[in-house]
Every structure is written in C-alpha cells, then in structure tokens.
Nanobody
Framework: VQLVESGGGLVQVGGSLRLSCAAS????????MGWYRQAPGKQRELVAT????????NYADSVKGRFTISRDNGKNTMYLQMNILNAEDTAVYYC??????????WGKGTLVTVSS
C-alpha cells in the first residue's frame, strides 16, 4: 500500500484546513487508517483513526470536537478536517494504514503550520 498526503500549509490560529490521504496498491487489505502527527522535538502521536468497515472513529483528546476524520472508500482517500486550529497543532501530519496481521504503511507527511 502506498499513501500520499496533501493539503498541508500555513494557516492562522482559529482557521481550518483539510488534509487528504490517497491510498493505492492493495487497498482492499486495509483494516484501519489513521492520522498521526509529529511536532518539532516531540514524539509522533495519534490524532485520529477510522476503520474501513463500519467507519468507527477514534480521536485524541486534544482534537476531539475540532477535527473530523472521514474516508471515501470509492476514491480510496481519507480526510482530516481540522477546525479551530491552534499553535499546538503545528506538526508534520502522517497518514497510516494497517491490516491485520502485519501491514503498517506510512506516507511521507504533510506540514501544517499554525501562526498567531
């Protein structure tokens, strides 16, 4: 599975961005997709995940109520709608896809910078 993120950029505090992750290859095998982020000097952390069957979602506490993860199975694309952005959301955002057992694919990341 290959993953390509897009949609990052510079946004002001309080603004919005929508990230996209296009998947290709053996996408039929994917069980869960997710967004992770890594801020400068920090470890990579989970932002949100979504199951490919049923669309069950899970969010980090820090983004609940502000971010929405979604998936268009027909387009093999996952999205992250980010609203009410703040400086702590500045990070490189990575797309992830997992199948059980064994497959764990990552995109190269897209940078989101929130300025005040």
């Amino acid at each position: 599975v290959q993953l390509v993120e897009s949609g990052g950029g510079l946004v002001q505090v309080g603004g919005s961005l929508r990230l996209s992750c296009a998947a290709s290859g053996s996408t039929f095998s994917i069980n869960v997709m997710g967004w992770y982020r890594q801020a400068p000097g920090k470890q990579r952390e989970l932002v949100a995940t979504i199951t490919t069957t049923g669309g069950r979602t899970n969010y980090a506490d820090s983004v609940k109520g502000r971010f929405t993860i979604s998936r268009d199975n027909g387009k093999n694309t996952m999205y992250l709608q980010m609203n009410i952005l703040n400086a702590e959301d500045t990070a490189v955002y990575y797309c992830n896809a997992k199948s059980f057992p064994g497959m764990d694919a990552w995109g190269k990341g897209t940078l989101v910078t929130v300025s005040s």
